[in-house]
């Protein structure tokens, strides 16, 4: 239990440093960091699989490159109900979708 909180707390970090850094993405609260933190993690546990599954003949195809592109759509997906977490088009949603997992992997690093 204590590592999902854990988990959620280094993604809501990570997401409000994207923020910071990406001019098209913008957090306006930890609360909204959190809970599209929380939502995204949930996305991620549950539909990112059947994503890949589905999508698996074009991710062969394009070496894996796909899944930057499922990853952006599940960020848009995980900013769209949250008030106060807004990413403006997809290309910065790609891009967002990138440094979130480099910070969020860099995160990890540090607190482990």
Known sequence: MVSIITKVFITALALVITAYIIPGMRIESMQAALLGALILGLLNVLVKPV??????????????????????????????????????????????????????????????
Do not use: K
Not at 58 to 86: K, M, R, W, Y
């Open 51 to 112: 994503l890949i599954a589905l999508t698996l003949p074009i991710t062969i195809v394009t070496l894996g490159l796909f899944l930057f592109v499922i990853n952006a759509a599940l960020l848009i997906l995980a900013a769209s109900p949250v008030e106060g977490f807004v990413i403006d088009s997809f290309l910065w949603a790609l891009l967002a979708s990138v440094s979130v997992s480099v910070v969020s992997a860099l995160l990890n690093r540090f607190i482990n």
